[in-house]
């Protein structure tokens, strides 16, 4: 039987959570992101693999409301309402742009993408967009 999605939510967080969680801060500030692939191992820890099962139980309203909030103290961004192949490119591309390199080929044409179709994306991807120099062509 499972967990109602009330239960669910007013949980606590669990030991292996915790643990998880520590990984995460650990990640995010030497990384400033959690938008990793499922294959992110972060000293011998599954990172990828638990932040795709956490997001998926988060969709599924399943994730403790203790666990998300900690989620989102670390990185606003952890769980985006867009692709996260989208969110992952755009921290490489905010991280050339923090510094100062010049755009690879690949990412230079991803932002040329993002502003030619400026209106099919999110507000909020518009902003992040925005925060770093790219505006809509």
């Given amino acids: 039987m499972g967990l109602t999605h009330e239960a ?11 643990t998880a969680l520590d990984h995460a801060r ?14 992110t191992v972060h000293d011998g820890f599954p990172l990828g693999r ?8 988060a969709r599924q309203g399943h994730l403790s409301a203790a666990t998300s909030q900690a989620l989102t103290a670390i990185a606003p961004w952890w769980n985006p309402p867009w692709p996260h192949t989208w969110q992952r490119t755009y921290q490489q591309t905010k991280l050339a742009h923090h510094t100062g390199q010049p755009l690879p080929s690949p990412l230079q044409k991803w932002t040329d993408r993002q502003r ?22």
């Fill in 8 to 18: 669910a939510r007013t949980r606590p967080i669990t030991p292996y959570a915790e």
């Fill in 26 to 39: 650990a990640y995010a500030a030497a990384h400033h992101t959690l938008a990793v692939t499922y294959s």
């Fill in 50 to 57: 638990w932040l795709v099962q956490t997001r998926r139980k």
């Fill in 116 to 137: 030619t179709r400026w209106n099919t994306l999110h507000p909020d991807q518009q902003c992040l967009l925005t925060s770093i120099g790219i505006r809509p062509g």
